[in-house]
T-cell receptor, first 117, second 111 residues
Framework: NAGVMQNPRHLVRRRGQEARLRCSPM?????VYWYRQLPEEGLKFMVY????????ESGMPKERFSAEFPKEGPSILRIQQVVRGDSAAYFC???????????????FGPGTRLTVL | GQSLEQPSEVTAVEGAIVQINCTYQ??????LSWYQQHDGGAPTFLSY????GLEETGRFSSFLSRSDSYGYLLLQELQMKDSASYFC????????????FGTGTRLTVIP
């Protein structure tokens, strides 16, 4: 059973360009989460999605950032008009948890390291 | 809001025991999780405590005291490969599935 897949692993963009990060959850998982990690810091929650629905986007910047998890295909985190401050590692995680399940073990992908020049 | 406090760095000798503490503040509590992350790698799940007490998984154990809003991760028989960052995490205080992470404790194991 393949784990969480993310691509690309490394992405370099110039200021003003768009970045698209893709995440395929573990087989059978319908809950996807995106986190951002700056160097030497912890992971910060960005957005939580289930198939075709955004459940919680309270951690997403209001502008330039968007996420989707279509019925078919991977989840996409899209950053428009990137700025240097967007440089970070972006991790996707997935879980199997049903409503009310408390353990909620999340399985993380290898991350996409975005560098904005 | 939510907050988690962990020591930023810990150094321990190979073969020894080390304890990494975590105190939390959250209006809604749904258990404490621990994740390990090696440099350049992805976080991996280590342990979860939903109720007070000790959970043991091999060389790793985790403890929770809900009355003290406190937990710790205990690593025994330390190996060099245990050098990594360790994060405690709680679920969102609303009960949503997303996790709120501490800033992490960087463990260095020395010979």
């Amino acid at each position: 059973n393949a784990g969480v897949m993310q691509n690309p692993r490394h992405l370099v963009r110039r200021r003003g360009q768009e970045a698209r990060l893709r995440c395929s959850p573990m087989k059978g998982h319908s809950h996807v989460y995106w986190y951002r990690q700056l160097p030497e810091e912890g992971l910060k929650f960005m957005v939580y999605l289930q198939k075709e629905n955004i459940i919680d986007e309270s951690g997403m910047p209001k502008e330039r950032f968007s996420a989707e998890f279509p019925k078919e295909g991977p989840s996409i985190l899209r950053i428009q008009q990137v700025v240097r401050g967007d440089s970070a590692a972006y991790f996707c995680a997935s879980s199997l948890s049903a409503a009310g399940e408390t353990r909620n073990e999340q399985f993380f992908g290898p991350g996409t390291r975005l560098t904005v020049l | 809001g939510q907050s988690l406090e962990q020591p930023s760095e810990v150094t321990a000798v190979e073969g020894a025991i080390v304890q990494i503490n975590c105190t939390y503040q959250t209006s809604g509590f749904y258990g404490l999780s621990w994740y390990q992350q090696h440099d350049g790698g992805a976080p991996t799940f280590l342990s979860y405590n939903g109720l007070d007490g000790l959970e043991e998984t091999g060389r790793f154990s985790s403890f929770l005291s809900r009355s003290d809003s406190y937990g710790y991760l205990l690593l025994q028989e330390l190996q060099m490969k245990d050098s990594a960052s360790y994060f405690c995490a709680v679920r969102d205080e609303t009960g949503a599935n997303n996790l709120f992470f501490g800033t992490g404790t960087r463990l260095t194991v020395i010979p």
